[in-house]
């Protein structure tokens, strides 16, 4: 299998290559969460004191949202906003997220990257120096190139903890077999 970043037909050629990094990304999502039971999707780590993998792509795919429509210049519809959101609860901390099954999850995150792909081939690559404003507590402001890298690099962060997620939830289950 070839690896490359070339972006999409359709698209101006940097914005299809950043584009290309967040879908390789939720491909990747997609490897590492095959075969996860609602358990294991739920699961919070030692002593749950951790996000749940299901909490997890939930932030992703939210945090992807916002990005898009930061993309398409609009503001995020309040529909999507109860849908998705919040950002983060009242205790500044990732919503709960439990029994949502992960095809559900992992579909609505394919819905939010092809929004993505649609507003990538809206773009050219000098729409890439727009700025825009982000942030949920304090004001930031980045350019549009910023965050499609953004959105690739945070989903990878969040895969890392979700590995490390999978290999305790397993170590848990190896535990609990061998005193069972």
């Known amino acids: 299998m070839l690896y490359d970043l070339r972006g ?3 698209m101006s050629p940097i914005v299809g290559i950043l584009y290309s990094a967040v879908e390789e990304n939720s491909q990747r999502l997609q490897l590492i969460t095959d075969g996860m039971s609602q358990e294991e999707v739920d699961y919070k ?3 749950n004191s951790f996000n749940s993998t299901a909490q997890l792509i939930k932030h992703i795919m939210y945090v992807d949202l916002n990005w898009v429509y930061r993309i ?3 503001p995020l519809p309040h529909s999507l906003i109860e849908q998705y959101g919040p950002m983060i609860d009242a ?3 990732l919503p709960m997220v439990k029994g949502k099954s992960l095809n559900t999850l992992m579909s609505e995150y394919e819905g939010v990257v092809k929004m993505l792909k649609d507003a990538c081939t ?3 690559d000098a729409d890439l120096d727009k700025v825009v404003t982000f942030g949920h507590e304090n004001e930031k402001q980045a350019t549009i190139r910023w965050g499609l890298w953004h959105m690739a690099d945070h989903s990878r962060y969040h895969q890392a903890q979700i590995n490390q997620l999978r290999k305790w939830y397993h170590e848990f289950i190896s535990k609990e077999a061998d005193f069972g």
């Open 8 to 10: 999409e037909a359709d």
């Open 91 to 93: 205790n500044n901390r």
């Open 45 to 47: 780590g030692p002593n």
């Open 122 to 124: 809206q773009l050219t």
């Open 72 to 74: 398409k210049g609009q």
